[in-house]
């Protein structure tokens, strides 16, 4: 499949996923907690723009629960050009060659970065990439296993920005694949691109202009890091069920750095 063409379907789906979501009784906000019962976001009423706190701001990467012995084994998450082997690939052959084809930084010198040197999260837990897997969309971005698979077969891992390597991170206005998505040049455009659009979404969960409202910006953005994320770096992993509970626990039976293990279903929920 040509990039255009995987970016078009892309787009397509994002628009299925936020119809799926209309209607949903709770929605977490970009702190990944939940307030409210409105059908719209609603921040909590501690997070609010004058006290935004960048380092604080957690940070979601969607892995399948059988990749993570691989996470484990090799003590950091990998990106895929440095040597990423994902048991089960939530990745699709199309989605890999965009993102090695795709370059994060033009220098006109050649060996630019390429998406695929870094290491992919979320700015929500709600994006939309992960909330069209949850629903069942098709997604060209997606493998076939990882459609066919239940939303409680995966796990969130959880870090904060301030637990990062400043230095490494890139932060996208989009899928970081798509031609139109465009990147942070430096890691204090990165905190300023992260800063705004947290604020935004903020503003959207307290607002009722609907403009505002269906701001997908922040649920579309990527946060990228370049070549590595060191495990201890992960501070949560958040899982759907008790038996996702219960592998994960037994996946780290030993391991020095062990994150708390949270079952919480609005993460995993299918609308």
């Not at 990147?183 to 202009?209: G, Y």
Request: aromatic residues 4%; proline residues 5%.
């Amino acid at each position: 499949m040509r990039s255009a063409d995987l970016i078009a379907q892309s787009k397509r789906v994002a628009a299925e996923a936020k119809a799926a979501r209309t209607g949903a009784t709770v929605r977490s906000t970009t702190t990944g907690r939940v307030s409210g019962t409105r059908s719209r976001s609603v921040a909590p009423a501690a997070v609010v723009r004058s006290t935004l706190n960048l380092t604080e701001q957690r940070v979601f990467h969607i892995t399948h629960v059988d990749n993570l012995p691989g996470i484990i084994a090799a003590g950091a998450l990998l990106a895929d050009t440095a040597g990423a082997k994902p048991v089960v690939d939530i990745s699709s052959a199309d989605t890999r060659e965009v993102r090695r084809e795709t370059t994060v930084v033009h220098s006109g010198e050649g060996n630019d970065p390429v998406v695929a040197d870094y290491v992919p999260f979320y700015a929500t837990p709600d994006s939309l990439a992960w909330l069209g897997l949850r629903v069942g969309a098709v997604d060209p971005r997606l493998s076939a296993v990882a459609r066919t698979s239940s939303p409680t077969d995966f796990v969130v891992l959880v870090s904060t920005v301030g637990t990062l390597d400043r230095d490494s991170i890139v932060v996208t206005d989009a899928d970081a694949g798509d031609s139109g998505a465009t990147f942070s040049e430096s890691p204090d455009d990165a905190e300023r691109r992260l800063r705004r659009m947290i604020e935004q979404s903020i503003d959207a969960a307290n607002s009722e202009d609907p403009v505002l409202i269906h701001d997908l910006t922040v649920r579309s953005a990527e946060v990228l890091v370049h070549g590595s994320v060191p495990f201890e770096s992960i501070t949560l992993i958040g899982v759907g069920n008790s038996r996702a509970r219960d592998a994960v626990r037994a996946a780290l039976d030993g391991v020095a750095h062990a994150p708390k293990v949270s079952v919480y279903p609005p993460w995993f929920a299918k609308n």
